[in-house]
C-alpha cells in the first residue's frame, strides 16, 4: 500500500520537480521552503552507492567531523581501566568506568549514546556484545572507538565526530546539521560529507564503476531533493 502523506508534506513535495537534480545552493534553498515542521529539523543525507555490499572489499566505512557539527549532542560512555574516569567526566564525557561499568549494562543501566573503550577493557567486554552489539553501541577499532588515548577519542567525539557506514542495500543515511545552521554551514557540510564518502571509495570497487548513484537531502518529515553532484 502507498503512504500516504498530510497536506503540509503534499504542499512541501509538490516544489520540487521529479526526476530533476538541483545545484547545491538550490537544494539548501528547497530546504528551507520544504520545512514542514515548527522544531528546528535536522538535515538529513541519503546517498545510493554503486557498491555490492556482500563484498567484504566493497564496504564503506569511516569517520569525520563536520565543519560545523551536527547540531546534534551524543552522550559519551567510556569504558577505561587506567583511572582516568575523573578527567573524562571533566571533558563532558556522561559516565566512565570500569568493571563496575560493564556490570551497570548487564544489569540494564545503558546511559550513553556511543561508547569508547581501552584495549584492556575491551577484552573483558565479549559478554556486552550480544546488548551492545545490536544497539550499534559496542566500541570498535575500525570506528575509531577503541585506543590507548581514551579521552583523545572522547574529545574528538564531544566535538563532533562521528561514524558513517553502508547500510545491507549499499546505501549511506546520515545527518548532515539542522535547518538553523543556514545555507552558508549547511552548504559546506554537505560538501565535507559527500568528499568524505568519495575518499572513502572502496578498493574492491573497479575504476569504471560509478560509485555514487545518488544524493538526496530532506528534513525531518519532509520531502527528498536530489542534488546535481556536478553542481559541487
Keep these: 500500500m502507498a503512504q500516504r502523506h498530510g ?10 520537480e521529479k526526476d530533476r537534480s538541483y545545484t547545491l545552493k538550490e537544494v539548501v534553498d528547497l530546504l528551507e521552503r520544504t520545512n514542514t515542521v515548527r522544531f528546528d529539523p535536522t538535515i538529513e543525507i541519503h546517498m545510493n ?6 563484498q ?20 559519551v560512555g567510556v569504558f ?19 568493571d563496575d ?5 548487564l544489569q540494564g543501566k545503558i546511559e550513553f549514546d556511543i561508547a569508547i573503550a581501552t584495549p584492556g577493557m575491551m577484552r573483558k567486554m565479549g559478554k556486552l556484545a550480544r546488548i551492545l552489539g545490536p544497539k ?10 577503541v585506543g590507548d588515548d581514551v579521552e583523545k577519542i572522547a574529545e574528538e567525539i564531544l566535538k563532533g565526530r562521528f561514524e558513517f557506514k553502508n547500510d545491507k542495500q549499499g546505501n549511506i543515511h546520515s545527518i548532515v546539521g539542522k535547518l538553523s545552521f543556514g ?14 564518502v568519495k575518499a572513502s571509495r572502496p578498493a574492491g570497487l573497479s575504476g569504471g564503476a560509478v560509485f555514487i548513484k545518488s544524493v538526496y537531502l530532506a528534513n525531518a518529515m519532509g520531502p527528498g531533493v536530489q542534488l546535481d553532484l556536478s553542481s559541487l
Excluded at 80 to 98: F, H, M, P, Q, Y
Excluded at 101 to 105: E, G, K
Excluded at 136 to 145: D, E, I, S, V, Y
Aim: charged residues 20%.
Design 136 to 145: 550499534g553501541l559496542m566500541p570498535n577499532p575500525k570506528a575509531g572507538t
Design 80 to 98: 577505561t581501566d587506567l583511572g582516568n574516569e575523573s578527567a573524562l567526566k571533566g571533558l563532558g564525557v556522561a559516565i566512565a568506568g570500569g
Design 183 to 196: 545555507n552558508e554551514k549547511l552548504s559546506e557540510n554537505i560538501t565535507a560529507f559527500i568528499q568524505a
Design 49 to 54: 552507492l554503486g557498491i555490492d555490499p556482500k
Design 56 to 75: 567484504a572489499d566493497q564496504l564503506v566505512r569511516s569517520t569525520l567531523t563536520l565543519p560545523h557539527g551536527t547540531g546534534k549532542m551524543k552522550k
Design 7 to 16: 497536506k503540509k508534506y503534499n504542499q512541501a513535495a509538490s516544489l520540487i
Design 101 to 105: 561499568l560493564i556490570d551497570a549494562v
